[in-house]
């Protein structure tokens, strides 16, 4: 079983920078793919970003290309999401999530084992 907590949402002014952080519970960390996902009132949930379990490949979403930086520390069994240039149309609940299986589409919400409880993420304009 791999627990996730995500943690660095907030309150920020358009324009502005946050970093999130998910740390992942297991001996097993470096062996995941890690996601970001994030989810506004009255949609579904989006991909964002993704890292591979050896930080080599990166992946992420058209809208947050240029803005959005993820990271891993395996180490610290901890994956990252730095946040700028943030606008009104980031605001939206982030979800960190694991992919335990070496093949499939990292950015589709289905091919993920866990995920962590969220965090909120509001940008004002």
């Known amino acids: 079983q791999v627990q996730l907590v995500e943690s660095g949402g907030g309150l920020v002014q358009a324009g502005g920078s946050l970093r999130l952080s998910c740390a992942a519970s297991g001996p097993t960390f470096s062996y995941y793919n890690m996601g970001w996902f994030r989810q506004a009132p009255g949609t579904e949930r989006e991909f964002v970003a993704a890292v591979s379990w050896s930080g080599g490949s990166l992946y992420y979403a058209d809208s947050v290309k240029g803005r959005f930086t993820i990271s891993r520390a395996n180490a610290k069994n901890t994956v990252y999401l730095q946040m700028n240039s943030l606008k009104a149309e980031d605001t939206a609940v982030y979800y960190c999530?694991?992919?335990?299986?070496?093949?499939?589409?990292?950015?589709?919400?289905?091919?993920?084992?866990?995920w962590g409880q969220g965090t909120q993420v509001t940008v004002s304009s």
């Open positions: 999530a694991a992919d335990l299986s070496p093949v499939g589409v990292v950015s589709m919400a289905p091919q993920y084992d866990y």
